[in-house]
C-alpha cells in the first residue's frame, strides 16, 4: 500500500447518542460539520485548528485526528509520514454532540483518502476503527454511515450497526448551552448505577421500540418514544441545567432529551418562536441542522 496522493478533505457529521431510551446503541447524525484536510510533508506534523478548540487541542502527534490517520495507515500496512492538517472545528466539545467521534472518523477517512487502493479501508472498517478510538459505537456508526442508526457490541467484542429507517424531513434542534458548561463522559458515566430496577429495564425497551417508530413516520409517538429510566435522571446531578431545561420543554409537549452524555438538549421537532427566544435570552444557542443522511465524505 503507497500514498498517492498529495492532499485529502473530508467533512463529518456531528451526532446524538441514546436519543431518550436508545442508552448506547441509538445514534443519529445532523447536517452540522467538522471540517478536516490533510496534505503528506516530510517534516515535523503540525495541526492548524480554526473554530472550535482552537488554542487547547494539541496541534501535533497528539492530536485525535492525527492519531486515527496514522491507526488508519497502520491498518492497511501504508507508509507513514508527517502531515500538515487544516481542521475546521465546529462540533462543540464535551457538549454531547460527538466530537470525538467525528475526529477519529475524519482521521480514518483521510487516511483513505491519501493511499492508493481506498476500498482497504471501507466503511465497516473505518467504523470498527473508529469504535476502538471511543469505546463505544453509538456516536461513530452515525457519524461513518449518516441518518439513524442502532449499534451494538457482539459477543467477541466486535461492533455491529444497522439503519433505523428515519423521515428525513423530521425536524430537530439542538439546544447548546453557554460554553462554560461542559461536561466529559467519563464524568456523566460515573453517575449511572451499576444495576437498574427490572421495571426500568422493561420500561425502556418499550420505548425504543416505540422511538423507532416515531422516527420511521409516527410522529405522534415521539413523546412517548423519547422517555427514559435509564440514564438521564441520574445525571441531574451534574446536568442540572440541561435537565430544567429538558423538563420545561417536555412539559410544554416536545420531544427533548440530552444528547448523548450532554449537556446538549436535543429535541425532536421545530420550536416556536418564543421558545427560542427564550433559551437565547438565558445564552443558549439554538441550532436547526436537519439531518444528514450521508456520514462522513471525502472531498473530491
Known amino acids: ?23 448506547d446503541s441509538f445514534g443519529m447524525a445532523f447536517r452540522f460539520y467538522d471540517e478536516v484536510e490533510a496534505r503528506p510533508i516530510t517534516g515535523v506534523t503540525r495541526v492548524e485548528v480554526t473554530g472550535v478548540g482552537a488554542g487547547s487541542v494539541p496541534t501535533g502527534e497528539e492530536n485525535l485526528v492525527v492519531r486515527a490517520l496514522r491507526a488508519g495507515l497502520d491498518a492497511v500496512g501504508a507508509p507513514q509520514a508527517g502531515f500538515e492538517m487544516r481542521c475546521t472545528n465546529r462540533i462543540p466539545h464535551g457538549g454531547g454532540m460527538g466530537s470525538s467521534a467525528s475526529a477519529a472518523v475524519a482521521g480514518l477517512m483521510l487516511a483513505r483518502g491519501l493511499i492508493s487502493e481506498p476500498g482497504a479501508l471501507s466503511d465497516e472498517m473505518v467504523f470498527a ?4 478510538f471511543e469505546g463505544h459505537p453509538d456516536n461513530v456508526a452515525p457519524a461513518v454511515f449518516g441518518g439513524a ?29 453557554p460554553s462554560s458548561t461542559r461536561l466529559s463522559t467519563e464524568e456523566a458515566r460515573r453517575v449511572l448505577p451499576v444495576s437498574v430496577p427490572r421495571a426500568d429495564a422493561l420500561f425502556n425497551t418499550s420505548r425504543a421500540a416505540v422511538l423507532m417508530l416515531a422516527l420511521a413516520g409516527r410522529p405522534d409517538l415521539l413523546m412517548a418514544g423519547t422517555e427514559d429510566r435509564l440514564h438521564q435522571e441520574y445525571r441531574r446531578s451534574v446536568l442540572p441545567s440541561s435537565m430544567a431545561v429538558m423538563d420545561s420543554l417536555r412539559d410544554k409537549g416536545y420531544p427533548a432529551v440530552i444528547s448523548g452524555a450532554g449537556p446538549t438538549v436535543l429535541v425532536l421537532s421545530a420550536l416556536e418562536e418564543d421558545t427560542r427566544a427564550t433559551l437565547t435570552h438565558h445564552g443558549w444557542t439554538v441550532l436547526v441542522p436537519g439531518i444528514d443522511t450521508r456520514g462522513a465524505v471525502l472531498s473530491p
Open 129 to 132: 476503527l473508529a469504535t476502538q
Open 149 to 177: 442508526t442502532v449499534a451494538w457490541t457482539q459477543a467477541d467484542g466486535s461492533p455491529r450497526m444497522a439503519p433505523m429507517p428515519v423521515d428525513g424531513d423530521l425536524p430537530v434542534s439542538l439546544l447548546v448551552p
Open 1 to 23: 500500500m503507497r500514498l498517492i496522493n498529495e492532499h485529502a478533505a473530508v467533512r463529518v457529521p456531528a451526532t446524538t447518542a441514546n436519543m431518550g431510551p436508545g442508552f
